[in-house]
């Protein structure tokens, strides 16, 4: 056992090393990072993706050691309080409502927390905790969601840290899934399996999803199932995981119709009744005759109210200032256009590109989410995980880019008033767009001479 030991040290040295360094470096981010020193926020987090790329380089074929070591990065903040985001106190407010039997859509924090005997557990901390601007809002977050932060408070016996450790093992387990399946579908498109470690070892999905708890990863997980099962033309169960993956989080929804070019007209209408059922079972418990009022009016405020890290929107709105336009109205203004924006590029790419090969239907859905996230007023970090897992079935590659140079959206919580630095967005956005357009144009390029040969 020793000399067996000793012979994978000589081989496997230089990796061993590097994957300690990134343990050391995401136990600094867990326990010994304010979000307000950005200095050493974005070094670590340089520091994390040349590991990453460093370690893929040495060992991708060793899917062992490499799934280990994206284990034991996961596992680092297993006991952590979220640093760079303040989610998890709504997350948790809302699994105390949903643990006693109260629709979450039907109550506002501002509201329940002036009740003399309250019954949410730790309620003053999280109350305290969660932003005023959520603390106003009905909850957002759709019914599987729900139901994961209620059974996380049920087991974390109403302590906040063991809600926390719930909340991240269900999200570490979805990433083992998607690893898991991930490798799967990339055989069964004939890629190589190795391409699976650019989302399992990206750091912006170790960093956002296990470290600052988005649910991101337990939607992909039903999601990229749901693909895999289309993969093995198990259509019908495939649609029973997709409508799970929109309970958690509704982005897929965008997607629907792209299936009808993949499945044809028979199986897509099958397959749009089956998701619209379990849909709706799904989300039986939570319906009232207030619930879609408070339901949209709250999803409403994305489009038309919030602004963060945005791309073209800034763009839009420093021209529209120098003619004396008012932001506060621009925004609403902007956020009514959009909805309609992405309608028609989805209705574009449904119609005129050949989904009916899960490949391209997959490029599809790439395509789709970058115009959405291109032209939103709000761009969380987070978002871009989804865009990092569509990236690695295809042949593009600028999603890796952006799921790095996203974290200098995080300047802005470095400063007292959260106000956005236009020019770290704009190195941010340079480099986005312009790997975008390189790539869309060399794959043109490529293609074409493909087409005259």
């Not at 992909?220 to 995981?241: E, I, N, R």
Request: charged share 15%; hydrophobic share 55%.
């Amino acid at each position: 056992m020793p000399n067996q030991l000793f012979t994978y040290w000589r081989l496997h040295k230089i990796p061993i090393l590097l994957a300690l360094l990134s343990l050391g470096f995401y136990y600094t981010f867990a326990y010994h990072l304010n979000r307000t020193d950005f200095i050493k926020l974005i070094s670590l987090v340089a520091a994390l993706f040349f590991l990453c790329y460093k370690l893929i380089q040495f060992e991708k074929w060793n899917f062992k050691f490499l799934l280990i070591v994206g284990l034991l990065f996961r596992l680092i903040f297993l006991f952590a309080e979220p640093n760079l985001s303040q989610d998890f106190y709504r997350f948790i407010w809302d699994g105390e409502l949903v643990r006693n039997f109260v629709n979450p859509y039907l109550e506002v924090p501002n509201n329940l927390i002036l009740q003399q005997e309250i019954f949410i557990a730790n309620a003053q901390e999280l109350y305290s905790g969660m932003s005023a601007l959520s603390a106003k809002h009905f909850s957002n977050y759709p019914p599987l969601n729900q139901l994961i932060f209620g059974l996380a408070t049920w087991l974390g016996g109403k302590s906040i840290l063991g809600s926390l450790v719930v909340m991240r093992t269900i999200i570490i387990l979805s990433d083992i899934g998607i690893f898991y399946f991930g490798r799967k579908l990339l055989k069964n498109l004939n890629l190589s399996p190795h391409l699976i470690f650019w989302y399992f070892l990206n750091p912006l999905i170790i960093i956002e999803l296990s470290g600052n708890l988005h649910f991101e990863g337990v939607m992909l997980f039903f999601f990229l199932t749901s693909l895999y099962l289309l993969s093995l033309k198990k259509w019908l169960f495939a649609a029973v995981l997709y409508a799970i993956s929109i309970a958690v989080k509704l982005i897929p929804l965008m997607f629907l119709p792209l299936f009808i070019k993949n499945l044809g007209i028979k199986k897509s209408a099958l397959f749009y009744m089956v998701v619209l059922v379990t849909t709706l079972v799904i989300w039986a418990p939570f319906l009232s005759s207030d619930f879609l009022a408070n339901y949209s009016e709250t999803l409403g405020l994305w489009f038309s109210n919030f602004e963060f890290n945005a791309g073209f929107y800034n763009v839009v709105k420093e021209i529209a200032v120098r003619f004396e336009a008012k932001p506060w109205e621009l925004i609403k203004t902007y956020g009514k256009i959009i909805p309609y924006a992405v309608v028609g590029i989805v209705t574009l790419l449904t119609f005129v590109r050949k989904n009916q090969h899960l490949p391209i239907l997959i490029s599809s859905m790439l395509w789709i989410l970058t115009a959405y996230y291109v032209l939103a007023a709000t761009v969380h970090p987070w978002y871009i995980v989804f865009l990092v897992l569509l990236t690695v079935f295809t042949e593009y590659r600028f999603s890796l880019v952006w799921s790095f140079v996203v974290f200098l959206s995080y300047y802005a919580y470095s400063q007292s008033d959260f106000k956005e630095h236009l020019g770290i967005l704009t190195i941010e956005y340079i480099f986005v767009y312009g790997f975008l357009i390189f790539e869309f144009f060399r794959h043109y390029a490529q293609n074409l001479l493909f087409r005259k040969n």
